[in-house]
């Protein structure tokens, strides 16, 4: 899995629908293996991210839980302190 794409499912403060626009584009970068698509290329690349982004904001409005939401700064201490300890070379 892509380390970009981030889990946006049961977040406080809520999902921003920015967010869900960057993940689809990271997730359709990746199926494609290209950052930036050629113009012959660019409509089915854009189709891709806007259909994507679509079927994840209806996911996340569908998905329930009875867990209390995770806070966004515990889970950005965490990914820093993971990061300091694997490029702590």
């Known amino acids: 899995m892509c380390r970009n794409i981030r889990v946006l499912h049961n977040l406080a403060p809520e999902t921003t629908p920015d ?10 970068r990746k ?4 950052v930036k698509p050629s113009q012959a290329n660019q409509e089915a690349f854009d189709r891709a991210v806007a259909e994507i982004a679509h079927a994840t904001r209806h996911l996340l409005e569908d998905l329930t839980t009875s867990a209390p939401p995770r806070d966004r700064e515990v889970l950005a201490a965490r990914a820093r302190e993971k990061a300091a300890t694997r490029y702590a070379r």
């Open 19 to 28: 967010e869900v626009d960057a993940a689809a584009l990271q997730f359709v």
């Open 31 to 34: 199926v494609s293996g290209s």
